[in-house]
Structure formats: C-alpha cells, structure tokens
C-alpha cells in the first residue's frame, strides 16, 4: 500500500473554495471545450486545466471508456447538444470500483443530505473534476518545475528545506487534497508514462513518482521545448518507472572508468604536487559520462568526435577519454626541449587527435580535442566549424558520422558571449553541426567567484534555452544518474540532431588550481568539500555493499592502473625531447607529402576559363523565361557581359572568376558572412532571387562545369566572434578548401578579436596547426564616418611576426615564398581586381597555408580604373607584391624628384591629383599590394630604381596612428640601410578612426593630397 509522502500532508491547508459547476460558462458546445474562450475564463478551466479538458476530450474521443466516467457524461451529453452549463449535470452512476478507487462519490463530505441526490451529485462530480484537474496540475507541476527542487547539489549546500521544495513545485495544486485522497486512484493522462503500463495511480504514487523522477538526482528543463513529440520522447526516458536500473556489468564498468579517472589526478598530484594541471577532482564522473556518450553515439553510427574544452580536467580526458599516451602526457610535466617547429603552448591548452578501437562496439572512432587558447569559450565555434567540415567533406549531411562535444565550466558557459553566438548557429543550414552534446563541469564555482556574484540567471545553462535545448541537471556525485542522463542526450542527438545540455553538478575538491587556497573565498564551501568522502570511495563503497564488486576486486582496479601510470612515467624519463607535432589536433595527411616547400606555379587560369565564368555569372538562369529578376540585377549583368566582351573585369567579377576557377579544379570554396551572397555594397549578388516565387533562388557559381567542386555561399547569423571562429574551425579540416569569411565592414570584425589573436595570428606557433583561412574586409576612409571606415590594418600588421631589422638573403626566385613559409599570416590590400583574383587563388597554390588578412574595396567595387584586364589573369600571370609606377616617372626615373609608396585605394586618388598637376613625370606613385610579410626585395629594387636624392614618401588615407604606417616605416629603413628614408604624409593622430563629418573627411582628403604633391 502506497505512503503519502509527509512532506504533502504537512502541507495541505485548509482546502480553497473549488468554483461552482453551475458557474461555468461555456459559450458552445465542445468540440474542443477547452479552446472556448468563456471556459478558459473560469478559474480552474485555464492554461494547464484547459489543455487537461483538451487531453480528455481526445482521449474520449478516441475511446469514451479511457477517460473517467464524469468525463464520458460531460463529453457525451455536451457532443449530445446540451446548452451551455447543462452539460455538467450530474454524472451516470458509477460502476463498482475496482480495488483501491475511490469512487466520486466516495469523496462527497459526509453529512451531505441524501436528500439533496442532485447538489450531493453535483457537489461530488465537481470535486472529482477539480480533482481530476489538480492531479495534472501537480503532474505538469513536477514536469516543468521539478528540477528547481531536485537534489543535484553533491554539497548540499543550496538544498532546499523539504516543506519549502514542495511549495516550490506543487503550490497550490495539492491543496485541495486530503490524506484520504493519497489513495485514490486517478486516470493517467497521456502527458505522463510514469505509470508505465498502468493507466491510472493512486494519488500518492503518482506524487512519490514524480518525485522520483524528477527531483531525485536529476532535474530536467524542457517544457519549453516547442515540438511535443520531442518533450513527450524526454518524458518517456525520465519517468517511466525503472529507468535508472543498471546491470552489474554496468555498474563495474562505470567503477572501472571512475578509478581511472580518480587515479589519473592522485597520480599527478603525487608526481607534481606542485604543478599546475587543473585537475578534475570532485567531477571526476566526468571521464565516464563522456565516455558513455562515445560509446553510445558509436553504437549508432558515430565515428568521428570533435571536442573542446577547456582547462578544467582536460589532461584527464586526454589520458582516459581520448587514451592519448601517458607518457606523451607525462613528458609535458618534464622541462624538455622542444624538437620540431612552433613556440607550444602550455600542456592544458593543447590539442591532439587519435583514432582508436572503441572497445564496446569495436568500431573505430576518431577523436580531436581541438586545442584552444586560455580564452574561455572561444573554442566553441572553431569546433563546430570543424565538424561542420567533415561532415561536409563525408556527405554526413545529417550529423550521423561526425558528431561534436562541447564541454564547458560553468562560469565560463553563462558569463561568455561567444557561447550564445555558437549555440545560435546549431539550427542554421550552412552552419548546422546537426546537434552538440554540451556538457558543463559545474563545480559552482569560477576561479574564486561564487555563482550569485557571476550570473543573473538561475541556471549557468540558460542560454541554451534559447534553441529549445532540453537541460538535465545532474548530481555528480550521483554517477547512475549522470550516466542515464548521457545515454538520453546522446540518444536525442541521434534521434533529433539537436542540441542538448548536460549540467553535471559537482564541486572542485582543490582551489582553482592545485597551489591556489580556495579557503581564503569560501571557506563554507570548502569545509564541505573536506567533509566530503570522494566520488570513488562513495561509489565503490556502494558496489561493495550491494555485492556488485568485491573489495578486493576494487582494489585491483585501482592497483592497476596505477601500475600504468608508473609505467608510464618510466617511459616518459626515457624522452629527451617532446614534439609539438604530437599534439596536431587537424593532421592533414597526405598534404605535404610530396611537395617542395618552397616551389608554386603561377596563378594566372586560360582566356577561356575566365570567359566562361564571366559569361555565366553575368547571365540569368537557364530557364530565364521563367525565373524572373530584378530589373537591377539585369544592370548588373549585363555590365558583366559588356566586360567580358571588353576583356576586363571588376572586382566582383575578379572574384567570381578567382572562385569559379578553383571549383572547376576540384577545389570547394565557401565564403560565409553577413549578407555576402549579395554582398553589403550589392556587387557580388552570387544568389539570384526570383522576384515572384518565395526561396526560388539560383547560383551561377554552382552551375559552371559538370564535375566543378562545390561552391557553399553562406549568408550568416549577425555573429562575427562566432562565425568567424566557425570558418576557422571549417579552413582546419581540409586543406584544398578556400574557406572565407568577409566582415560587413572591416572593423566588425573585432567583436572577433579573440579568434584573430588566439587563433589566426598564433595558431601555427603555438599549436603546429595551419590555416589558409582568408578574411575580406571592407576597408576605407569614405567619409562614412568613424566606424565603417577601417578595417584596423594597423592590428594585423602588428600581429605578423616578419622582423622590421631584418633583410632576408633569400635567393630572388625564393624570396617570397620563403617569406611566406616562414610568416604566421598575409596582410594585402590590393588595388586591382587582378591582384584580388590571384591572391585568392595562391592561397591554394601555396604549398602551405596561411592566414589571408584581406583589406577590400567599398567603392572601389566600381571605380571606372580599378578594372583589370584579362591579361593580368591569364596564364603565367600571378599575384604581384609591388605594383610599380609605369607611366612616364617610371619611363625616365631619372627624372622622378618624389617617389610616393601607397597601399589601397588612395592610389587612385593619388592618381588622379598627380594628373590634375600633371607631374606624371616628377612623381612615381608605387603602390604596396602585400604589406606582410613585407615585400622587401621589390621596395628595394624601386628605390633602387629612382635617385637616391628623390623624396620618399608615404601617403596614407588612415591617421597616422593607424593604417600601414608604422608598420612600414622601420621595414623602408632596413630595407634602404639608412634612417628616415621614408616621410609620413596623410592625417594627423586621432583616437576615433574617422571623422564623422563629410566636410571635415573632404577636407582632410585634399589636404593629404595637396601635401602628398607639396614642394615641388
Ligand atoms: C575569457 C576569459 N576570461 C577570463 C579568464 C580567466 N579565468 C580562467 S579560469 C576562470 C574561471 C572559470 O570558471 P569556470 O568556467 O566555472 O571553470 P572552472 O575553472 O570552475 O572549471 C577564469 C575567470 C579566462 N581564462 N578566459
Ligand atoms: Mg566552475
């Protein structure tokens, strides 16, 4: 016989005035009664009680014997055409109950007058639905609130009081409840499976299992979830009775992971005592549970996983979860000298790749930890780009074979920014990962900051919600618990390609590192963790107890890997050297094998190549007749086949065919930003849209060769941390891919800052990871005001590590390659469409990859003389460093008393002053297209070329401060042999990139001008 819980009978008051049948108001007839207006208004027949009423009519509907026989009567006398009201008279006598029912009426007070047969009935049938009503109040009560009261601290710190946590769930559903009513039996709505097979419960059952389910060890949020089939697929997993029953084997092989996981920290702890290696202690289920994910994802079809975390634990998922070498891992701890290329980076922060024989579904899985910088989160779009790109590359195009991990403190998952950009790419097509396991060690603390100090949400998980992700809240110290809740994430991911969140609960049993005192911050807190027995003590204690295990069979286990370890780290004394290249997280085999480092052919692509691009980019549809366009976009191509005809091409049109040339090699390009199917400045419109059916869209870079290679063209969330991070993860998987991602206007790009600083200026030196990730960046002074105008060129020039003293003696024919292989990312900022075309197309070319920083064009995109002609494009064309001066100055450079070097777009307004001076022949104008690694051999063949006594300037349209300048500056010195070679000319230092004022920028335009010209 079922108990009431005491916690209930405490609680019930005295029993609230229940409305009066005769009160309700229906304004028709049901079908459905509950969707009337007039119901929903009275007070029991609203938001939960009016879908109960829905619930039960469908269910009477489908069968008048399922729904409990007051219900029959109403429904069946309100389809009958009964007015409004009539349709609750009293119900048909009930049959015989079966054992343990109550029937209605057995709940009408004594001392009703049976007299009264009608109000007796009446007030019997009213009680039993106000009953029937409370009941799934207090079911979707438990479904929606239940984690808030659910026992998940392993501390017990927050533990709410008994009578405190029922109030928060159940509030004032139970009151109308006596202790008598515990053992009625109520139907089971179809929104609830924990009757399992039984179809109706006693009241107290129904509450005991709820609480079983939901405020146990596991709390679960995901009400919110808008589809029902997918909160009805979690439901069923968290409440059907016995779901937490594990085997033995289980059970000892959950003890065997968590062994290893706790015997992997006491080792290092015990080896290093005072080394840092933020370890894991107090989650220590973490290495199961992420193994259980493994293991059931590769049951279903997984092989490869990409990861990210950060700090917290990582060595141990390295050494348990990926089973990278423990020496490897050893060795990290030993003061070694590195022996291949790169500066490293520190042991918790890098990344690694193996592939290995999943013991339980012996299949194979591949496993990348992707190596991130200190930047908490800012790994999280680089593994989503990552796995988005072998799933693309696999055909996966469901997620099914490439699956990604995320895993998160819980400071770090609320506080930071880039991890709502990152979750809000998980349902967008191009960026799609098809569902990431989110798991976030919450050991309720952020270095020395408690969780009220750092957040404004309830949960650290919040932001999850926004994509509809179901949460389950998890004790740690509860590891069944932990792994059931794996096992229905990891099930979900396949089953819904969503994403899902895994809040393990837990503590961090040392400071925030080992040599940090947590007791100086919490010191409530920490008197706790003493108290606490560790995870393995506690859980193997249990096993021991319950004859699952023996104690001697535990102590073997944790004999045994500890005997590995030892093992292990002999092994590791025997290394003199370490290699950063063991910790590549992205090897691309096959790609440098083979190829001389330092050898590249031109660039330059057949006439007809580039005709034929230019013709289909420049025509509508195939099926034009049908597919209506824009009259503007008619303009657009047409101008596109006039050029072709002309043999020129426009910087969009240079683009087109730089791309379109590498699709036809079998190379896929994608280019991923805001609104760059269009393009901002409307010239690229890669995307045409039929101007009378919705979606109807056409890509002419799609259609242009049968056995062409892809071409993604990717409008994307208004992200740039996240998107940007995302294509860097893309450019990392393969490397015959020209991966770009273009700001909306250059200086957007530093809400992205911390991928352009971790990741793209450093990632090579510090990981041994490269990337031929290029960023096009719309760059310059418009008079558009302070922002819109710069890219910052002055950022990225300071993040390249070519030294501003030192001249190469690199061979003329291997100069700049070498320079190229040896610099950590290219800054260029081309004047000419041609130069555009083939600085895309070398990053290709290149037998290595780099970062490609690319300053672009605003209104450039259609300056009449930044048009190139064929001829630059063809073959043995190729990307040129230094575009010198060809007019007259350079005919007679004898003759040139001012030589102006320039980068960008100011060469046209140079150009076109110098001819309104007419002093084409006094001055040479030489314009800096690749600014790093700096192009010293041609700036030195230019000065070579004009005299020595002729003025050197720089013009710049940045302020001084910014732009190119004082990266240019030291490199003409070396390059000349002398001090001030070079003289600034161009705006004044400023705090604010632009002025704000078109006058003003006017001015300062012409004023520049005048001074580049002056004095002569
Ligand atoms: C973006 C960023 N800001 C600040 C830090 C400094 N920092 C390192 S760890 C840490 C606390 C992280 O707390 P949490 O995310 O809960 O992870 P835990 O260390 O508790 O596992 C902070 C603030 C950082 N690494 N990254
Ligand atoms: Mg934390």
């Keep these: 016989m079922h108990r009431v819980p005491s916690l209930l009978t405490r609680l019930r008051p005295g029993r609230t005035a229940t409305p009066s049948l005769a009160a309700l108001r229906w304004k028709s007839a049901p079908p459905p009664p509950a969707a009337t207006s007039a119901a929903a208004a009275e007070p029991f027949i609203n938001g939960t009680s009016s879908s109960y009423v829905e619930e039960m009519y469908v269910q009477w509907l489908r069968d008048p014997a399922s729904v409990h026989v007051s219900w029959d009567a109403y429904f069946s006398r309100a389809a009958g055409g009964a007015p409004p009201g009539a349709a609750y008279s009293s119900p048909p006598s009930l049959a015989t109950p079966a054992a343990n029912t109550a029937p209605v009426t057995a709940l009408v007070p004594h001392g009703a007058g049976a007299s009264s047969g009608v109000a007796r009935a009446a007030t019997a049938d009213e009680k039993s639905i106000q009953d029937h009503l409370s009941v799934l109040g207090v079911i979707r009560s438990y479904q929606i609130r239940g984690h808030l009261v659910a026992r998940l601290d392993p501390l017990e710190i927050e533990r709410k009081p008994v009578e405190t946590a029922s109030e928060i769930v159940v509030r004032g559903y139970m009151k109308s409840f006596d202790e008598q009513d515990m053992d009625t039996v109520f139907q089971l709505p179809s929104s609830t499976f924990i009757g399992g097979s039984q179809k109706a419960l006693p009241l107290g059952e129904i509450v005991s299992r709820l609480e079983r389910a939901y405020c146990r060890s596991i709390g679960v949020e995901y009400m919110y979830i808008n589809d029902l089939e997918q909160c009805s697929w979690i439901r069923q997993r968290i409440e059907s009775p016995g779901i937490l029953q594990f085997s033995s084997d289980e059970k000892r092989l959950l003890l065997a992971r968590l062994a290893r996981a706790s015997g992997f920290e006491s080792f290092l702890a015990r080896k290093w005592s005072s080394e840092k290696r933020f370890g894991l202690e107090g989650g220590e289920v973490l290495i199961p549970a992420m193994k259980h994910i493994i293991d059931i994802s590769s049951a ?12 917290r634990g990582r060595l141990n998922v390295l050494a348990n979860v990926c089973r990278k070498p423990l020496e490897q891992i050893f060795s990290q701890f030993a003061a070694l000298e590195v022996a291949d290329e790169g500066s490293g980076d520190v042991k918790y922060h890098l990344g690694t790749y193996v592939e290995r024989l999943n013991r339980l579904t012996n299949k194979n899985v591949r496993m990348a930890i992707v190596a991130n910088p200190s930047h908490l989160e800012a790994a999280d779009p680089v593994v989503q780009g990552k796995t988005r790109a072998e799933q693309f590359y696999r055909g996966d195009n469901e997620g099914n074979k490439v699956m990604s991990i995320l895993l998160h403190g819980d400071a770090a998952f609320s506080g930071q920014g880039v991890v709502y950009e990152t979750i809000h790419l998980s349902d967008l097509p191009a960026y799609t990962t098809h569902g990431t396991i989110h798991i976030v060690v919450n050991n309720q603390i952020g270095f020395t900051t408690d969780p009220r100090l750092t957040r404004s949400s309830p949960y650290c998980t919040d932001v999850a919600r926004v994509v509809n992700a179901p949460i389950f809240h998890v004790n740690g ?29 837990s503590y961090r049993r040392n400071g925030h590192n080992e040599i940090d005192e947590p007791m100086f911050t919490h010191p409530f807190m920490y008197n706790k963790i003493k108290k606490t027995p560790n995870l393995l003590e506690k859980y193997s204690q249990k096993l021991i107890e319950e004859g699952t295990v023996t104690a001697d069979e535990f102590k073997d286990v944790v004999n045994r890997y500890e005997k590995i370890c030892e093992q292990a780290l002999e092994a590791s004394k025997k290394e003199t050297q370490i290699y950063n290249k063991h910790w590549i997280d992205s090897p691309w085999s096959g790609f440098f094998e083979g190829k001389d480092p330092l050898k590249m052919s031109t660039t330059g692509v057949v006439e007809e190549t580039l005709a034929h691009i230019g013709r289909r980019v420049g025509s509508a549809p195939p099926n034009a007749v049908d597919f209506v366009i824009h009259r503007g976009l008619q303009r657009v191509l047409n101008l596109r086949l006039e050029m ?8 969009a049109l240079a683009e087109a065919m730089a791309f379109g040339s590498l699709l036809k090699e079998g190379v896929h390009v994608r280019l991923s930003g805001q609104d760059v199917q269009r393009g901002t400045f409307s010239h690229r419109h890669h995307v045409m849209h039929h101007q009378k059916v919705d979606m109807a869209t056409y890509c002419p870079l799609q259609h242009l060769y049968p056995d062409q290679a892809q071409y993604s063209i990717c409008n994307s969330s208004l992200s740039e941390f996240g998107v940007l991070g995302f294509e860097l993860g893309f450019s990392l998987t393969n490397p015959n891919a020209l991966v770009c991602w273009e700001a909306q206007f250059g200086d957007f790009c530093n809400t992205a800052q911390v991928i352009i600083d971790q990741f793209i200026a450093s990632g090579q030196a510090k990981w041994v990871r490269q990337s031929g990730l290029t960023l096009l960046l719309p760059h310059g002074m418009e008079g558009m005001g302070p922002e819109h105008s710069s890219a910052r060129l002055e950022r990225f020039l300071q993040m390249c590590s070519d030294d501003p003293e030192y001249f190469p003696p690199f061979a003329a ?13 290219i800054v260029a900022n ?26 672009t064009p605003k209104s450039l995109l259609r300056h009449p003389r930044a048009r190139s002609s064929f001829d630059d494009m063809r073959e043995g064309t190729e990307f040129r460093r230094v575009l010198p001066d060809v007019g007259p100055a350079a005919k007679l450079p004898q003759a040139v008393r001012r030589v102006i070097f320039c980068s960008g777009k100011v060469y046209f307004d140079l150009e076109k002053r110098r001819e309104e001076l007419a002093l084409q022949e006094q001055v040479a104008i030489v314009r800096l297209e690749q600014l790093s690694p700096f192009p010293f051999d041609e700036v030195k063949q230019q000065l070579d070329l004009y005299p020595a006594d002729a003025d050197i300037v720089w013009t710049q349209e940045e302020a001084k401060n910014n732009g190119a300048w004082a990266y240019i500056e030291p490199r003409f010195e070396t390059t000349a042999a002398r001090a001030k070679v070079i003289r600034y000319v161009g705006r004044s230092c400023s705090a604010s990139p632009a002025t704000g004022s078109k006058t003003a920028h006017v001015k300062e335009l012409d004023q520049l001008l005048g001074d580049s010209f002056g004095g002569l």
């Design 813 to 825: 024919d291997e100069f700049a390659i070498r320079q190229l292989h040896d610099s950590n990312m």
């Design 300 to 311: 279903m079809g997984v092989e490869s996983f990409v990861m990210g975390m950060s700090h």
């Design 644 to 651: 072709v005809e002309e043999r020129t091409a426009d910087w």
């Design 830 to 855: 081309c004047s000419m469409p041609s130069n555009y075309f083939h600085v895309l197309r070398r990053q290709i070319y290149l037998p290595f990859r780099k970062p490609l920083i690319l300053m």
């Design 477 to 505: 110290d509860d590891p069944e618990a932990v792994m059931h809740v794996c096992k229905v994430a990891a099930e979900w991911r396949n089953t819904f390609h969503k994403d899902v969140v895994i809040d393990i609960v």
